[in-house]
Structure formats: structure tokens, C-alpha cells
């Protein structure tokens, strides 16, 4: 069974920087991908970051496209998430993900995502 435990989250001023950590205990492949995923209050869930873990290619929202960036380490895990130049609409609850399978059509689905973790919180303020 794979469980995900994020850390990292916090509060920062707009402009601000902070680094999410998604580790792992269990079984994570090198074939799966890895995702971050944010929801707000009253929002639905979006799915910000992806990386596929093997060739390490990495997909973004447009939302942060530019100020996110998804990295893995060199043993697969843990997964990061840096965050530049944050702004009060990046406040959320950040979800780490993975999707147990290689086989994945739209990374930044949710519904791809097999494995969960808790979650982060991250407040920005202006």
C-alpha cells in the first residue's frame, strides 16, 4: 500500500517562495507520475504539476506555469514543488498524487491519480 505525506506548506507574503515535499512509503515505479494538486475553498480541485518520473518530463497548469517547478530526486522520491513568486490565489490545500499506472491519458486529471496524500496547507497574503 502507498502512502504520501506532504510537507513544506506554511504562510508567506505575496511574492514569497516555499518548497512542498511529497514522500513516500510503499511501492512508487519509475513508469508512474507523480502530481501536485491544489483545491480552495468553494473551488474545485486543480492539478497544477505533473512529472513523469523516469524521464522526468514535467507538466504544469498555465495557472503557474513559469513560477511552479516539479522536480524529483535522483531515487525517485521524494517529489517537490518549488514555489516563486506566490500570490494570494495560489492559497489552497496542496495535495501530493500518484497514479499507480504508466498507462495515463491527461496528467493533470485528478481522476488519474490512484494514491493520495493529506494534503499541505499554503496561504499567500497580499
Known amino acids: 500500500q502507498v502512502q504520501l505525506v506532504e510537507s513544506g506548506g506554511g504562510s508567506v507574503q505575496a511574492g514569497g517562495s516555499l518548497r512542498l515535499s511529497c514522500a513516500a512509503s510503499g511501492y512508487i515505479s519509475s513508469s508512474y507520475y507523480m502530481g501536485w494538486f491544489r483545491q480552495a475553498p468553494g473551488k474545485q480541485r486543480e492539478g497544477i504539476a505533473s512529472i513523469y518520473i523516469s524521464s522526468g518530463d514535467t507538466y504544469y497548469a498555465d495557472s503557474v506555469k513559469g513560477r511552479f517547478t516539479i522536480s524529483r530526486d535522483n531515487t525517485n522520491m521524494p517529489v517537490y514543488l518549488q514555489m516563486n513568486s506566490l500570490e494570494p490565489e495560489d492559497t489552497a490545500m496542496y495535495y501530493c498524487?500518484?497514479?499507480?499506472?504508466?498507462?495515463?491519458?491527461?496528467?493533470?486529471?485528478?481522476?488519474?491519480?490512484?494514491?493520495w496524500g493529506q494534503g499541505t496547507q499554503v496561504t499567500v497574503s497580499s
Open positions: 498524487a500518484s497514479t499507480g499506472s504508466r498507462f495515463v491519458r491527461r496528467v493533470l486529471r485528478g481522476d488519474e491519480y490512484k494514491y
